[in-house]
């Protein structure tokens, strides 16, 4: 008897802790999950290759997809409260979701409310930043700031408030992946800069070819 009991008393306690477990799974974002390829995106989103921007940037390829939510046929109002996703992929991957919510969706919402929403699909915040004394800001640095972060070992949903608009947006990445972008990102940098001096060379060069080519044509045709 005291078995059964133990077994009933286990299965209702994963019965109970399951809709937890799923709700703090970091890798995905609605229908989209980190680590993704592109072509995956671009089946869920109905968009096609020519709308991946790709920049090659040694030793890596990064790509991107801007993707905007449909709104209701006929409707005066969005049918979506995401205006705008931003699809950053490293090595064919996506490791990053840029989300930027529609400003009419948000108005009057404030951090709390936000927080709340968030939190009734990916449990509590693990971090979360004070309220602002005061709605004055001054300077870039103070109109956009991150205020709940949700996080695990492996992935981290930040929620970004933007003073200067009060609107809001969301950031979710793959750590390590990040990690690894950010370091090709500085290695492209170094190179660019490297090799700056030599692609500004060649880049006269064949401007002044050009305009010679140009006069030689010019001084067969010119009539005074």
């Known amino acids: 008897m005291n078995t059964i009991r133990i077994f009933v008393l286990g299965f209702m306690l994963l019965a109970f802790a399951a809709p937890v477990l799923r709700a703090q799974d970091l890798s995905k ?3 989209f999950s980190l680590g993704s390829s592109v ?3 671009l089946k869920r989103t109905d968009k096609k290759a020519a709308d991946v921007k790709a920049t090659q940037n040694a030793p890596a390829i990064f790509q991107e997809v801007n993707w905007w939510p449909p709104s209701l046929s006929g409707a005066s109002y969005r049918s979506d409260s995401v205006e705008q996703v931003l699809f950053s992929f ?6 990053k979701i840029s989300v930027t919510y529609d400003q009419s969706a948000t108005e009057g919402l404030t951090t709390k409310d936000m927080v709340d929403s968030i939190s009734a ?3 509590p915040p693990t971090s979360l930043e004070p309220e602002a004394t005061s709605a004055l800001t001054v300077g870039y640095d103070t109109q956009q700031k991150t205020v709940a972060t949700w996080e695990d070992s492996q992935f981290s949903f930040n929620l970004v408030h933007y003073s200067f608009t009060s609107s809001f947006s969301l950031v979710i990445f793959a750590k390590q992946a990040n990690t690894d972008a950010e370091v090709a990102l500085v290695e492209a940098a170094r190179m660019a800069k490297q090799d700056a001096p030599a692609r500004e060379a060649e880049r006269q060069k064949k401007q002044t070819e050009a305009l010679e080519l140009t006069r030689q044509k010019n001084q067969k045709s010119f009539r005074p």
């Open 29 to 31: 974002y609605r229908e």
């Open 90 to 95: 490293f090595k064919g991957e996506l490791y």
């Open 121 to 123: 699909k990916y449990g």
């Open 39 to 41: 072509s995956s995106v």
